[in-house]
């Protein structure tokens, strides 16, 4: 019986400690086909949904309403960057947002600068909020996929692409 319960506590422990774990993952995709830069941010709709109600408004409803998933879209956009090797800004644009399943997403894109030798990037979306929460960022379709991991006190990291140019 004692197993049982210690089993079941260990069980209820690990679901509850599941909840607590703030991190979003977000590619960074050179795609050859349209010469853009493609950025997909994806966040557990549990964390955005905790995330609307501290940021904006407690009866924030990311779920069913479609100006607080502008407003977290825009939140977030404003917290990401991409910089040049002269640390100018690339300029992104938002495409959308939507849910799907467990997650909420954001979309962004870019074109590619005809040379680019690495990029700075920042991101800080949901970190003033949370100071454990991870962003995970992969680089793809430029040489070997390449991550950053943002967390603890890293602002701005950088990811550099020796022999590519577009």
């Known amino acids: 019986m004692i197993a049982l319960l210690f089993g079941l506590s260990l069980s209820f422990s690990a679901v509850t400690q599941a909840h607590q774990i703030k991190a979003a993952i977000t590619t960074v995709l050179f795609n050859p086909r349209t010469e853009n830069i493609e950025v997909m941010h994806r966040f557990n709709l549990h964390d955005a949904e905790h995330a609307v109600k501290a940021l904006f408004d407690k009866q924030a409803d990311i779920l ?12 977030v956009t404003k917290r990401f960057a991409l910089l040049d090797a002269k640390q100018h800004s690339l300029a992104l644009k938002t495409v959308g947002y939507e849910t799907e399943g467990k997650f909420f997403w954001v979309y962004q894109e870019t074109q590619q600068p005809p040379e680019l030798a690495g990029l700075t990037i920042r991101h800080d979306a949901l970190r003033d909020l949370w100071p454990a929460q991870v962003n995970t960022l992969n680089v793809e379709g430029i040489g070997d996929v390449k991550t950053l991991t943002f967390e603890g006190n890293a602002r701005l990291l950088e990811v550099e692409f020796a022999g590519h140019h577009h």
């Open 64 to 75: 069913d309403d479609s100006a607080t998933q502008q407003q977290f879209a825009d939140y």
